[in-house]
Structures are given as structure tokens and as C-alpha cells.
């Protein structure tokens, strides 16, 4: 995965109460990591553990069995290293 370097970025601000900001503060102390990134490891593990609903009957339904069984990359159409010999 690229870093957040590579990436562009937008600003996100958001208030909060000072109990809220306690809370964070006192994970991100435990955890021995910075406030920014308790909230981001947080919303990565919450994103991980949604599941993907399908309609009955679309391709994904249909092949949801072969989900997950392959490997290698991810989706090596978004890398253009991967796409060379493919057209310009």
C-alpha cells in the first residue's frame, strides 16, 4: 500500500469535547503511536471488518465462492508497471 506520502491529501478538521480528545490522547499513549494515527489504525480495522453485500443474482453473488481464492496482486491494473504490453 502506498504511504500517505505518495498519496495527495486533504485537510479533515474536526471539534471535539476535551473528554473525546482525552481519549484519543490516552489509546495513542498506550498503543505508543501518535493521536493521528490511533484514529486512522481505528477506521482501517473498522473498514476490514465490513462485509460486502451483493445483489441475488449479480456477478459478485454468483462467484462469491471464488472470492479471495486467488493470488497475487491486488488489482495490477492500477499500476501501470503492470500494464506495459498492454496498449498505450
Known amino acids: 500500500m502506498a504511504s500517505t506520502k505518495d498519496k495527495k491529501t486533504v485537510w479533515f478538521g474536526m ?8 481519549k484519543i490522547r490516552m489509546l495513542a499513549a498506550e ?3 501518535t493521536q ?7 477506521l482501517n480495522k473498522e473498514m476490514e471488518q465490513r462485509t460486502i453485500h451483493s445483489k441475488p443474482g449479480s456477478f459478485l453473488d454468483l462467484n462469491r465462492d471464488l472470492y ?6 491486488e488489482d495490477g491494473s492500477t499500476n501501470p508497471d503492470h500494464m506495459k504490453e498492454y496498449g498505450t
Open 36 to 42: 493521528k494515527q490511533v484514529i486512522l489504525d481505528l
Open 68 to 73: 479471495g481464492s486467488a493470488e497475487g496482486l
Open 31 to 33: 498503543k505508543g503511536v
Open 15 to 22: 471539534k471535539l469535547t476535551p473528554e473525546q480528545k482525552e
